[in-house]
């Protein structure tokens, strides 16, 4: 029998949110890409994002101020030299968005120059996030998505799930390194062997773990689960950040409502209309989001209130219209309208702070394999996320992984094994995938959302240990399927999620137990590392 075509090229991208694209573009006119996406091309968080990119650009802003907030907010635990690298290629990234044709926002900066418009989101001193109106990141991955469909270095796989990285095991002066993955056509049915010379994770984060999340169904942890089972430590993946503000109606499926609406002056309020968060922090609602979405699950849990209320109705609706057209016509559509009464909102899971653990080129412990963008533990966000440094943080180290890319001449593998599904079977019992599936996301929210206890945390890990042995078998026995491949990464991701809980014995930025409700004072701040 033939044996079947292997595809191969010079970098193979997994993944097509801001991080993926933006490699990709960076490195095509050079080397040759494969990107692959298990949805269409445009999809992801990328799309999603409202709120804008965090960069130094008014002349009253600074890099100092930009690093101190983000230093702030990460509660100890970022790393400076990151920090810094990110914060000074800030403008340098937003430019080369400008100059690929994103169509920000324009605007006057401070000093009457005229520039782009410029918000402010919680725990920035100042001004500082560029966006477009309020669908930025729409703006980022449509503008680049269809550079890189133009673009004929780069060969794109849109329904094809990456299921498992391939390494060759460290020998004599060799290191461990990878030189591929299997790949599922999801139309097909049919799992291929990508091989390339270098290996990109640009998968996103694993916020779907939770059964209340404002990310979209892609988001579930699949690059922080086959770099694990490749190898690679995970980082700080205690730190989950909610969301304070997603719409609270049955069929808006956690509908984000952007933090910029604090910024410009919204209110949070209870269902007698009084307001509540100056008794949590002096900065009222722009206090950060961890210190926000607590105070809201406090005031839920204490009133038994199914929700809260944010009201920017003060404003005039010509402003409300210009600067949330999106926010404002999709609550319109659930029949809220914004410019004349609060709106109801509730917190949900929305960024993965933690995950693979790279250097500041975005290389992993795995010799040829990179992570970027959410699925990565750069040391930027420490405890936790400052608002818009996320898309910040795709654009700095696509950047950054690109050029070291660049500069390394790894040879192209040659052809690797096929995947054996010779002893499988389809599935008659899909039902497990969706009944595991919906356990795991509510025993997370449960147990292990805003607020922990180490009782609620270990009742979590004897949960999630069945399920792992369950699909694990289901796994060996059933042909691959996107639902299983995701249940598997999720069910894996949990895990490392819980394990990592566990072992934060204090109360740090996102993470918050009752137990240990303090930061521990006898001890500087440490990462929570662990290695497979
Ligand atoms: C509603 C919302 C609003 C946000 N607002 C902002 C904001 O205003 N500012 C900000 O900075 N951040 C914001 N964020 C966070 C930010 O959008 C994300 O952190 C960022 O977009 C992540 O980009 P990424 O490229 O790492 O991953 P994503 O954009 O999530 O893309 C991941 C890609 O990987 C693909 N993929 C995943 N697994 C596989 C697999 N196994 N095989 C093949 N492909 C795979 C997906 O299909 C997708 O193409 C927001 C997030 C959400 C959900």
Same mark, same amino acid.
């Given at each position: 029998?033939?044996?079947?075509v ?19 573009l ?6 040759s890409i494969?990107?692959i ?6 999809d992801g ?9 965090a960069?130094?650009l008014?002349?009253a ?10 230093l702030d ?5 970022c ?5 810094r690298h ?10 080369w ?6 169509p920000f926002t324009?605007?006057?900066?401070s ?6 418009h410029?918000t ?7 001004r500082r996030?560029?966006?477009?109106a309020?669908?930025?990141g729409q703006?980022v ?6 550079q ?11 329904r094809h799930?990456?299921?498992d990285l ?6 004599d002066?060799?290191?461990?390194r ?6 599922l056509?999801?139309?097909?049915g049919?799992?291929?062997v990508?091989r ?8 996103g =984060? #694993?916020?779907? $773990? !939770? &059964?209340?999340? /404002?990310n ?10 086959m770099g694990?089972?490749?190898g690679?430590r995970?980082?700080d993946?205690e730190?989950n ?8 109606h049955?069929?808006a ?6 933090e910029a609406?604090?910024g ?11 307001r509540?968060m100056?008794?949590?922090d ?7 989001r ?5 105070a809201?699950?406090?005031?839920m849990k204490?009133? =038994? #209130?199914d929700c $809260? !209320? &944010?009201?920017? /109705?003060h404003?005039?609706?010509?402003f ?5 057209p999106?926010?404002?016509e999709?609550?319109l ?19 993965t702070?933690g995950g ?8 992993t412990?795995v010799?040829?394999?990179?992570a ?6 750069t040391?930027?966000?420490?405890a936790?996320?400052m608002?818009?440094?996320s ?9 950054s ?23 499988v ?5 899909e039902?497990v995938?969706s ?5 795991l996301?509510?025993f997370m ?5 805003i607020?922990r ?10 949960r999630?240990?069945l399920?792992q ?9 059933f042909?691959v ?5 995701e ?7 949990a ?12 109360s740090?930025?996102?993470?918050y137990?009752?137990d240990y409700?303090?930061?521990d ?6 990462h929570?590392?662990l290695?497979?």
């Amino acid at each position: 029998m033939p044996r079947p075509v292997q595809q191969h090229s010079d970098v193979l991208v997994i993944g097509s949110g801001a991080a993926g694209l933006s490699l990709a573009l960076r490195l095509a006119d050079t080397h040759s890409i494969s990107l692959i996406s298990k949805g269409p091309l445009l999809d992801g968080c990328t799309l999603w994002a409202q709120g804008g990119i965090a960069a130094v650009l008014d002349p009253a802003d600074s890099v100092c101020a930009h690093i101190k907030d983000t230093l702030d907010a990460g509660a100890g635990l970022c790393n400076s030299d990151v920090v810094r690298h990110v914060v000074e290629q800030s403008a340098a990234c937003i430019h080369w968005l400008i100059a690929r044709g994103v169509p920000f926002t324009s605007g006057q900066y401070s000093d009457g120059r005229d520039g782009y418009h410029l918000t402010r989101e919680g725990g920035h001193s100042h001004r500082r996030i560029i966006h477009a109106a309020d669908a930025t990141g729409q703006a980022v991955e449509t503008t680049l998505g269809e550079q890189v469909r133009r673009h004929s270095n780069i060969r794109i796989f849109e329904r094809h799930n990456a299921l498992d990285l391939i390494t060759a095991h460290a020998s004599d002066n060799v290191p461990h390194r990878c030189l591929g993955a299997y790949v599922l056509d999801r139309d097909s049915g049919h799992v291929g062997v990508f091989r390339a010379r270098q290996i990109v994770l640009a998968t996103g =984060g #694993a916020s779907k $773990v !939770y &059964l209340y999340t /404002s990310n979209p169904d892609s988001a579930s942890g699949d690059g922080i689960a086959m770099g694990w089972r490749a190898g690679c430590r995970v980082a700080d993946l205690e730190f989950n950040q909610f969301h304070p503000t997603c719409l609270y109606h049955p069929k808006a499926k956690s509908f984000l409502i952007t933090e910029a609406i604090r910024g410009e002056g919204g209110q949070l309020r209870l269902a007698d209309g009084h307001r509540f968060m100056d008794r949590f922090d002096p900065r009222g609602e722009l206090a950060p989001r961890d210190i926000v979405a607590r105070a809201i699950d406090h005031e839920m849990k204490r009133t =038994g #209130a199914d929700c $809260v !209320y &944010l009201d920017i /109705s003060h404003k005039p609706i010509s402003f409300i219209k210009a600067h949330f057209p999106t926010v404002y016509e999709r609550c319109l559509a659930f029949g809220h309208d914004l410019s004349r009464e609060s709106i109801p909102v509730v917190p949900a899971a929305h960024y993965t702070c933690g995950g693979l653990v790279t250097n500041i080129h975005g290389g992993t412990d795995v010799e040829g394999l990179y992570a970027i963008g959410e699925v990565a533990s750069t040391g930027l966000h420490g405890a936790n996320r400052m608002a818009s440094n996320s898309l910040l943080e795709c654009l700095v180290f696509a950047k950054s992984a690109s050029e070291h890319i660049r500069d390394q001449h790894r040879p192209l593998p040659g052809p690797l094994p096929e995947w054996d599904e010779s002893r499988v079977t389809d599935s008659d019992e899909e039902v497990v995938v969706s009944h595991n599936w919906d356990e795991l996301r509510r025993f997370m929210w449960d147990y292990v959302g805003i607020v922990r206890t180490t009782k609620r945390l270990q009742r979590a890990k004897n949960r999630v240990d069945l399920l792992q042995r369950e699909i694990q078998e289901y796994y060996g026995n059933f042909r691959v399927t996107s639902d299983l491949l995701e249940l598997r990464n999720l069910a894996q991701v949990a895990e490392l999620i819980i394990r990592s809980a566990l072992l934060r014995r204090e109360s740090r930025g996102l993470h918050y137990t009752l137990d240990y409700p303090e930061a521990d004072a006898t001890s500087a701040a440490l990462h929570t590392v662990l290695t497979p």
